[in-house]
């Protein structure tokens, strides 16, 4: 995959990727069984992506607005460490989590397919979202995904960020 310099010099540098579940791990589909309980399908290829990046050496958040016991447990099971649900104020999530990581936002990735993530893209090195975003994150990101979100479009970032990185180390 042929990428611009200054994309491949962004990914290069990226020490957190972060990511919106609805919409960006998941098809943003909401499943409910008839008693209530939420269910949520997402991607095994998009797993053993975030799994290799982390083995890399990038670490992995998840920032979203919905507080569901399923992304909790999809998190807990990927071994993924920063974990935030519930947010409204996404920014200042990402913020305070630079800090406490010592990273500057220039080394942040993030996907995000709604209005919500838009300060967030617009205020980071590696603004990423998927193909099937609204028309506000294609515009913030520098980089949108062959994949719609849910359907490999994890995966695909993180074999970018893991080809960029072992590209620039050598």
Known sequence: MSISPD????????KL??????????DGGLYYTETGTELKKFN??????????????VDVAIITASDSP??????????????FLGVEEKLSVLKSLCQTLNIELSQVA???????????????????????AMPTNRGAAIYITHKNGGCGA???LC?????SQAGSSS
């Open 159 to 163: 074999d970018l960020l893991i080809q």
């Open 44 to 57: 095994v290829k998009d797993g053993q992506g975030l799994k290799l990046l982390m083995q890399s050496g």
């Open 110 to 132: 993030y996907a995000g397919d709604d209005v919500n993530d838009v300060p967030i893209l617009q205020n980071i090195g590696c603004p990423f979202t998927v193909n099937d």
């Open 154 to 156: 994890v995966r695909e």
């Open 17 to 26: 990727l972060a990511l919106d579940v609805d919409g960006v791990l998941t």
């Open 7 to 14: 994309l491949q010099s962004r990914l290069a540098n990226v």
């Open 70 to 83: 399923v992304t909790r447990h999809r998190a807990k099971k990927l071994g993924i460490q920063h974990v």
